[in-house]
């Protein structure tokens, strides 16, 4: 039947009554014998993007022998339903394919509701409303967590048949919200588990790990961030599997406590001296007036750039211009961040640099002018705040030198830690590569390298004037275990293959980014926190349906989704639904939603006097029996 709506659904486009009528599959009685009777009929409208949208008419069928037996011997086999395929959702017009498709633009797409329904009418000319809009975009997050606890047998299946897996683990929120924890497969990059949890201490995160072990075994090794709950609970379940602190992390750690409080110090001074804002204050002068006298000054510096001065320049705007291109050079200093962010890089270090190189060529330039009979204010005011701000001998210079030079040490030691843990400077600061490290004899060199570099820094432990030094030799102790891992080799069909650990947690983190930015980019704000609690957990699956390998084995192919969601329990999907939308509370059971009115002042008070009145009239021992036995009653997060 649907291969026929297929078929003719382009002819069916522009006709608005279409009724098609479904029998059950047998016409005669299989005890009896006898033809079955009409008993009742069932009118339904179906919407839908695949099939022109008609009237479904359910013929239900009867044995009048088998009613008539039925009522002496209790059979009830006498009602002969039809069967729809496409419908499955109770009384709901849209069908499966629907749900999909409605999930799909809303958490894949990143479309908003009045775009779904947009869509939907232009495909298939018929209107959905935004609840209902709603209401399916709930339900395809619940059937999706349904689907992937129904078949995790086939990710148990490929993790065997690959060899073992490896876990990372991490957490995620916004807002004041609560933690999304998140469990991935770094090996397949697959979402194995997700939860919302009240933080990321070990006792929260302990009942998943725990489940991850009894559900898939214990990984080839774990890979987390620096945090301690995180560490702790993968060291204390997943016993005696390396564990893998991620690189980045760590040299964000370290970087942090070696050179956090110097940079801030250096930054505030800099800020302080007013050089920048001097600078951004002078250029947009400068520019408003070559507006005004028509000059390009664009232009004209890319000529002079190239060593050629046009003709009927004037000396005094030739420097005009090179001037406004050497301050424009010197606030551009973001330029050598790299994409990064602090301690990977020190913005206003490099804007202190950049000024420092950009006085000498100022410095060219008024001595160049002043050969030519001139000497404009605004050179020579340049010159002067430059020089006062990096070689004056106020207050503020005279502690902005110390705290630079000291802040450069550190940047030495941080920059030798890098090379060793060979952490490009191209791939950022947060992990967006797993940095992957094939070569054992690399991993050898890393190893003897760091080791050197350690024993170098403790050798100097003792001396007060290298507390710097310190600092990194505390963190290398600290997580020396962690650190340099050696790859894994395992066997597959008899042959030995070599897996390596990833040294970043690169996959969780991307997956992280990509679900906050399509959240803001659909919602259109930035505190995604209401989203994140409502079912954040949720979007988590959603993030394996973007790879290909995830859908091959679970689903077979995207356009297969509807199909699979079909087969999922009705039971398991209503359970999964109720937990979701309870969720739309939230910690406050006072906002009405669901009590069905909002509670007041006068409503509590009732019931502590109510408690009160109780407790004059019934014994102690009954109070006591009363409360014991309400004591194991649970919400999931807390004993009531």
Not at 23 to 34: A, D, F, R, S
Not at 165 to 181: A, C, K, N, P
Request: a neutral charge; aromatic letters at 8%; charged letters at 30%.
């Amino acid at each position: 039947m649907q291969g026929k709506l297929r078929e003719k659904a382009e002819l069916f486009r522009d006709i608005e009554d279409i009724l098609v009528d479904f029998y059950p599959n047998q016409e005669y009685c299989e005890i009896h014998g006898t033809r079955l009777l009409v008993m009742k009929t069932d009118k339904r409208d179906v919407r839908s993007t695949v099939y022109p949208r008609f009237t479904a008419r359910k013929i239900f069928l009867y044995c009048p022998l088998c009613k008539q037996t039925s009522q002496t011997e209790g059979n009830s086999n006498w009602k002969h339903p039809p069967q729809i395929p496409m419908l499955t959702r109770g009384k709901s017009p849209f069908p499966m394919d629907i749900v999909a498709q409605v999930g799909w633009m809303k958490f894949i797409e990143c479309k908003r509701r009045d775009d779904i329904q947009t869509e939907f009418f232009n495909t298939s000319g018929s209107s959905v409303s935004a609840g209902s809009i709603s209401a399916m975009s709930m339900e395809f997050l619940a059937r999706l967590k349904c689907l992937h606890n129904l078949r995790s047998d086939t990710i148990v299946e490929d993790i065997k048949e690959g060899g073992g897996y490896i876990l990372g683990i991490d957490g995620t929120g916004d807002g004041g919200s609560d933690r999304i924890f998140i469990a991935m497969d770094l090996e397949r990059n697959w979402v194995l588990s997700a939860a919302k949890i009240p933080s990321e201490s070990e006792d929260n995160m302990k009942p998943h790990v725990e489940s991850l072990k009894d559900k898939f075994g214990l990984p080839l090794a774990n890979v987390c961030d620096m945090a301690k709950g995180m560490m702790n609970v993968l060291t204390n379940v997943m016993v005696g599997v390396p564990l893998r602190v991620c690189h980045y992390h760590f040299l964000n750690d370290i970087g942090s406590d070696l050179m956090k409080d110097e940079y801030m110090a250096v930054r505030k001074l800099i800020i302080d001296s007013g050089l920048q804002s001097y600078m951004k204050r002078l250029r947009k002068e400068m520019y408003l007036e070559s507006l005004k006298e028509g000059i390009n000054i664009s232009k004209l510096a890319k000529e002079l750039r190239s060593g050629t001065i046009p003709e009927g320049v004037s000396i005094k705007l030739c420097a005009k211009v090179q001037t406004y291109d050497i301050i424009s050079w010197m606030l551009r200093y973001h330029e050598d961040d790299s994409c990064m962010r602090f301690p990977f890089v020190q913005p206003y270090l490099n804007f202190y640099d950049r000024c420092r190189m950009g006085l000498k060529v100022v410095t060219s330039i008024r001595r160049t002018v002043a050969n030519g009979w001139t000497s404009p204010k605004y050179l020579r005011d340049l010159e002067s705040k430059l020089r006062d701000g990096l070689e004056g001998q106020n207050d503020t210079i005279n502690e902005l030198r110390p705290a630079i030079a000291s802040l450069r040490e550190g940047i030495t030691l941080f920059e030798e830690l890098r090379r060793i843990l060979d952490i490009p400077k191209e791939k950022g600061d947060i992990p967006r590569d797993k940095l992957i490290v094939w070569n054992s004899e690399i991993i050898a060199k890393m190893r003897i390298e760091l080791e050197a570099f350690r024993d170098r820094l403790r050798d100097k432990q003792n001396d007060e004037k290298n507390a710097k030094e310190k600092i990194v030799l505390t963190h290398l102790d600290k997580y020396w275990p962690n650190i340099i891992l050696d790859n894994i080799t395992v066997k597959i069909d008899g042959k030995d293959v070599l897996i390596e650990i990833p040294r970043t947690s690169s996959e969780y983190e991307s997956l992280f980014g990509g679900l906050k930015s399509d959240l803001r980019k659909r919602l259109g704000k930035k505190d995604i926190g209401h989203e994140l609690n409502l079912y954040g957990d949720y979007i988590c699956y959603v993030q394996n349906l973007k790879s290909n390998s995830y859908v091959s084995k679970m689903i077979g192919s995207i356009d297969d989704l509807p199909k699979a969601f079909e087969e999922i329990p009705h039971e398991m999907v209503r359970a999964e639904m109720e937990l979701l939308k309870s969720r739309g509370v939230g910690y406050d059971i006072t906002n009405g939603r669901s009590l069905g009115k909002r509670v007041e002042l006068d409503d509590i008070r009732s019931g502590v006097e109510a408690v009160e009145k109780w407790i004059d009239k019934v014994p102690m021992d009954d109070q006591i029996g009363a409360i014991a036995s309400n004591e194991a009653q649970s919400n999931g997060l807390l004993t009531l």
